[in-house]
């Protein structure tokens, strides 16, 4: 594994700090950026409607994990035929989801230069439903790191603390 070693273009030092040592003149560490909205997400993915499916990252940790949010609503497209009187999520876009949250871990670390696309799954296992109503809750962590063109993560996504969904992710870094 690989770790960031210097701030990504998102990270922040926070205007209320947790502690006085970070809020002194000359305070060695800034506080790095642990929560984004979603403009700051469709800063670093270029996913967009109808596929930008991470509303928000609750919690980062550079170049090791990120946990995402997912407001699952009725009115998302795919709803409609999957399936009329019983709308489920379909797994596809819950791994597409978990891979959007291991895409901004991804981008932001230092030497990694273009765009993360998926290049594999292993051992993806669905355990519950997700339906409207639901906030899907995602945490993808950082396994390994190769040649700053592939990642492996793993990453697990739950609903009401209830595992929906786990598996591994692989990623591939291709040039824009």
């Known amino acids: 594994m690989i770790e ?11 205007s209320g700090s947790a502690s006085p040592a970070a809020d002194a003149p000359n305070s060695a560490q800034p506080l790095i950026k ?3 909205t979603t403009e700051e997400i469709q800063a670093l993915l270029p996913h ?5 499916l991470v509303d928000r ?4 940790v550079p170049g090791k994990r990120a946990t995402g949010l997912k407001n699952v609503t009725f ?3 795919h709803f409609q035929g999957h399936f009329p009187g019983r709308p489920l999520m379909p797994g596809v876009l819950i791994v597409e989801a978990m891979a959007q949250v291991g895409g901004v871990v991804l981008s932001q670390i ?3 230069e273009g765009l993360c696309v998926f290049a594999g799954i292993d051992k993806v296992r669905f355990r519950r439903p997700v339906v409207p109503g639901d906030q899907l809750i995602m945490t993808v962590e950082l396994l390994a790191i190769k040649r ?5 993560m793993v990453g697990r996504a739950e609903v009401d603390g209830q595992l929906a969904c786990e598996g591994e992710l692989m990623f591939s870094v291709v040039d824009r």
């Open 148 to 152: 700053m063109r592939f990642g492996k």
């Open 57 to 60: 990252i609750l919690d980062y």
């Open 48 to 52: 967009r409607y109808p596929f930008a």
């Open 4 to 14: 960031a070693t210097s701030p990504s273009p998102l990270t922040a030092v926070a």
């Open 75 to 77: 009115n998302e497209p």
């Open 34 to 36: 642990t929560t984004y």
């Open 110 to 112: 230092e030497g990694v």
